[in-house]
């Protein structure tokens, strides 16, 4: 059946492997932070003096860190407040960064001026320094982590938004809801902004990851939670003077870091190579 | 940054802070040169004009660059130091010393009565010398009948004055130099008596010391002595095996084991003086009463902590003074007994509550307890233990970790600004005196609502104790004096104003081929006869 071989074949998607890993690791993290203490074998507070520092085991799977504490049910506990903090900075983030742009792009002029202006400004403030501020001011928290963390993320999607508003809005469709006597807002609202959803999602995916790691980097440096909390990032900074003597103190946490990173980046990947149209022609 | 560089990253994020500062450990010392590889950095070298700067690396250097009128051992006795003899009047308000003759400041101009004089007026001088104002507030004339004799004079009696003149802040300093670069000048160009001179000094980094040729005690052992600011604790032990550095301080105590097995290093180990415990703010209604605070004393596992979490190198308290303290006396130990703390808690009228905590009048007992990270031994693990074992007893602490530069302001408020019920703190008798320590802790507030005089921040007062201190500090009688001072500590210890937690013990290390090196009590490492 040549006729049939040769006929011209719809353009079958690849299956896309990025999407699959990334996104499955994620539910896999989602569903630890949602049900990691009721199923952590132990109580991430309890201490057994007794245990301290205790390698890996058939009782502690992971061993147990410097106060005798199971580190599984640590790494599986602390899943909560790395997710939380990473998903909420990157939602706020997303959420001003998104109005900022649109406006920026929409508007154009003086009001563009004015946004970008801001949003550099925004730009040369450090991350570190501003959580640093933030926790002698108020005291170390997950919110002020939270802060930090969504303000040094505005600028990268205020202006990615910015620049695709500026292309849509010489499109013909946009065009012709302007000349129809549409409202400035609603042609934003109703056929600027879904048309650049795709682009949105890709950048907040990989900023996720991003906000993982500076979260955590942050938690090692004695920012965000409190203790006894079992923040990935802090648990790694307190135990990073027993390198030597009781690595897995060190291994388990960062793993969980790299791991969750690692799903979010390929996750992100995969996000792109669905919507972006330039990676869909080869 | 580009983001698939940051899955490589997250790796490096825990091994950075390791192998960075190593690479930067190159020169092994030259011969008769000692390096010494500080956890703090050096940044001013004045004994007044806020004193030696940072704790206690600038002290250490301190001890180099400088003589005192009195000296301390390593063991913290008083030995004459550029005063060859000294007689303390025996009403104990005034001392006459007389001094070395012939000695020579590194600028060459001589250590004489009045550049004695010009020394101790300068450290009366509140607005010259605010800090350590303990040790000096009670002198209140000198005089010098001739070029080697000094009379120093205190408005009331104080038995301490050789204490404060051996301290590292009573270091004797050329009055010509500060004639020269002026008050505020001195801190970056310091000229001494000691043993050493300065080469060269980049504050916060590097201070380079050489022998001084001209010291009245001879040439030291060493030609020079290299400060080297290492923060990281792993950074200075792989710089100390290496060899780029020949002496460290504070070796964790969990790196120590490791330590031991290496055959170029001595482990040096001292108990120190610096007692750790929890503050109780005693303004708190809750912790006013004696029996909730012997209840959270109880509730502690004070000896376990001094074993699983300092391997040992650490012991529980028997008195609020640490054991080598001079006037310590044993008036207590540390016992741990959840029953008798909840009857503790029961008796004061705590009964347990809603999940497990205890209550009164319908209130649950929350405390707040205040921790630092880094500025006391294993303090944050330390905290954790301590806030999960009065959970056990059905009290509610919540740990608030607060950052290091923030963290003696939070202790030091005014009655109305203290945000804690429980802090950690420890305090180092840096003069060896165990009355210093305790008038500096205990002795009650001039006035308990505005900032502590001293560190008695917790608001204790007990007018026995006040007494006791005020008889211990006028008897010339080191017997009668330590009786006094015995019995402030049994008063204080039964009344309990800390949760007393554990005294650790100091650890330096120095390869072998270096000798001479001393640790002292109170957390100096000290390289002044050290010998390459």
Partial sequence: MADIAAAPRRRRRRPNLHLLVGGSLLGLFVALAVLGPTLAPYDPMAQDLFATMEPPTAAHWLGADQVGRDILSRI??????????????????????????????????????????????????PNLVLAIAIASAVGSSPTGLTVAIAASFVPSIARLVRSRVLELREEDFVNAAVTIGMSPWRVLARHVLPNAISVIVVETSLLAGQAVLVGSALGFLGLGVQPPAPEWGAMLGASREALEIAPHLVMAPGLAISLLVFAFNTFGDGLRDRFDPNMQQR | MDRRHFLGLTGAAAVAPFAQPVARALAQSAPGTITYGQSTSIVTLDPAQGAFSNYPGGYEAALCLFDRLLDFDADMKIVPGLAQSFQLASDLKSITLKLRPGVLFHDGTPLDAAAVKFNIERLMDKA???????????????????????????????????????????????????????????????????????????????????????????????????????????????ALRTGAVDVIDSVPVQLVQPLTQDPNVTVLRKPGLRPIGLVINL???????????????????????????????????????????????????????QAKAKALLAEAGWKPGASGIVEKDGKPLKLDLYAPDGLFPGDIPVAEIVAASLKQIGVDAQISKIEKGAYWDQLRQDRAGL??????????????????????????NKDDAGRPDVWNVGRYRNPKVDAALAAANADADPAKQNAALAEAQKLVWDDAPYIWLQVNENVSAARKSVSGVEVWPIVFTVVRRAKA
């Avoid at chain 2, 959270?296 to 000896?303: F, G, R, W």
């Fill in chain 1, 76 to 125: 599986m506990a602390g899943t909560r407040y790395t997710l939380s903090i990473a998903l909420a900075s990157v939602a706020a983030a997303a959420l001003i960064g998104v109005a900022l742009g649109s406006i920026a792009g929409h508007f154009g002029g003086r009001v563009d001026r004015a946004v970008t202006g801001f949003v550099d400004l925004l730009l040369t403030i």
């Fill in chain 2, 419 to 444: 945000k804690w019920d429980l802090a950690m703190f420890g305090f180092n008798p840096s003069n060896a005196s165990g009355l210093y320590h305790m008038e500096s802790l205990f002795k009650a």
């Fill in chain 2, 128 to 238: 010259r010398n605010p800090t350590n104002r303990p040790l000096w507030d009670p002198v209140t004339a000198v005089e010098t009948p001739d070029a080697t004799t000094v009379i120093i004079r205190t408005g009331a009696p104080y038995a301490q004055l050789p204490n404060s003149l051996a301290h590292a802040s009573g270091s004797i300093v050329s009055p010509a130099q500060i004639a020269k670069v002026g008050e505020k000048g001195f801190a970056q160009a310091p000229v001494g008596a000691g043993p050493f001179e300065v080469e060269s000094f980049k504050p916060g980094t590097e201070l380079t010391l050489k022998a001084f040729d001209r010291y009245w005690g001879g040439k030291p052992a060493a030609q020079k002595i290299v400060f080297k600011f290492i923060a990281e604790a792993a950074t200075r032990i792989s």
């Fill in chain 2, 283 to 337: 303004t708190r209604e809750p912790l006013a009463d004696v029996r909730v605070r012997q209840a959270l004393n109880y509730a502690v596992p004070v000896e376990t902590i001094a074993q699983r979490v300092f391997f040992g190198f650490a012991k529980a308290p028997d008195s609020p003074l640490a054991f080598d303290t001079v006037g310590h006396a044993a008036v207590g130990k540390s016992t741990f007994d």
